[in-house]
C-alpha cells in the first residue's frame, strides 16, 4: 500500500554528517500523520536493529549507540521521515531502512539506503 523510499546514503569520513530521507508515497498525509515511523539499520553479518522511532506525537527513541547523535523528524506536510546522523562512526555503516508502522503484517518497508563511514 504505502510506499516508502530513502534517500541521501553515501560515503562519507568518520566524524562526519548524512541527512537521510524517507519519501512516503500513495498515502494522505492525515493517514501518513497516524503512523509512527522507524529507522532501521542492517550491517553485514548483523541482525537488522531499530534506531530511531518518532510517534504521532512526536516522541522519539533512539539505540544507545545512536543516542546524542542521530535525530530522527518528520515533516507530514510533506509525508517524510528523517535522519539527522552526526558525528558519524565506522561502526554506524549499514544499510538504512525506513519502516512505517501501518501493523504488524501490514508494515511497509523501504529498500534501504548504504551508508558507508570511512577514511
Partial sequence: QVQL???????????????????AS??????F???AMDWYRQAPGKQRELVARITREGTTN?????KGRFTISRDNAKTTVYL?????????????????????RLDSWGNGTLVTVSS
Fill in 84 to 104: 539527522q546522523m552526526n558525528s558519524l562512526k565506522p561502526e554506524d555503516t549499514a544499510v538504512y531502512y525506513c519502516k512505517a508502522e501501518i501493523g504488524s
Fill in 26 to 31: 500513495r498515502v494522505s498525509r492525515l493517514i
Fill in 33 to 35: 500523520s497516524i503512523y
Fill in 62 to 66: 533512539y539505540a544507545d549507540s545512536v
Fill in 5 to 23: 523510499v530513502e534517500s541521501g546514503g553515501g560515503l562519507v569520513q568518520p566524524g562526519g554528517s548524512l541527512r537521510l530521507s524517507c519519501a
